[in-house]
């Protein structure tokens, strides 16, 4: 887990837990994973803040690994057991990222807060900075 309490708070959050289930069914089906990435999208070209953020490239990197899965030849099936919980957390932050009434409501002055708190934590998992062992990620 993170270490800080913040962020331990937000993934244990009711919202992101329906996003992890979310993600369970999304990973299984290129034409949602196609959506939630047009929506993601959609959201960072609505969103100058979240364009114009530093924050922006943790989006980007996982945009790009879910783009890389439906590019690869491998089926969700063949993936080993850590590349599928990878592709799960990374589907999980997308999805929280686009939902508009998360912990923080998007609208809000701080609404983009937990969005890119997630997506930071999960680009760091997913790349190894937080140091969890890979088996770990199937809680994710």
């Given at each position: 887990?993170?270490?800080?309490?913040?962020?331990?708070?937000?993934?244990?959050?009711?919202?992101?837990?329906?996003?992890?289930?979310?993600?369970?069914?999304?990973?299984?089906?290129?034409?949602?994973?196609?959506?939630?990435?047009?929506?993601?999208?959609?959201?960072?070209?609505?969103?100058?803040?979240?364009?114009?953020?530093?924050?922006?490239?943790?989006?980007?990197?996982?945009a790009a690994v879910v783009?890389?899965?439906?590019?690869?030849?491998?089926?969700?099936?063949?993936?080993?057991?850590?590349?599928?919980?990878?592709?799960?957390?990374?589907?999980?932050?997308?999805?929280?990222?686009?939902?508009?009434?998360?912990?923080?409501?998007?609208?809000?002055p701080h609404g983009y807060?937990?969005?890119?708190?997630?997506?930071?934590?999960?680009?760091?998992?997913?790349?190894?900075?937080?140091?969890?062992?890979?088996?770990?990620?199937?809680?994710?």
């Open positions: 887990m993170p270490a800080d309490a913040a962020t331990r708070r937000l993934l244990a959050s009711d919202p992101f837990s329906r996003c992890r289930r979310t993600a369970d069914v999304t990973v299984a089906s290129a034409e949602d994973l196609r959506t939630l990435l047009a929506e993601v999208e959609l959201k960072l070209i609505e969103s100058e803040y979240l364009r114009n953020t530093a924050m922006s490239v943790h989006i980007d990197i996982a783009e890389a899965f439906l590019e690869g030849e491998e089926s969700l099936e063949a993936l080993a057991p850590a590349r599928e919980a990878r592709l799960r957390l990374v589907v999980s932050g997308l999805h929280y990222l686009v939902m508009e009434q998360d912990l923080v409501p998007d609208g809000g807060a937990d969005d890119l708190a997630v997506m930071r934590w999960v680009t760091r998992v997913v790349a190894g900075s937080e140091g969890h062992p890979v088996d770990e990620l199937n809680g994710y």
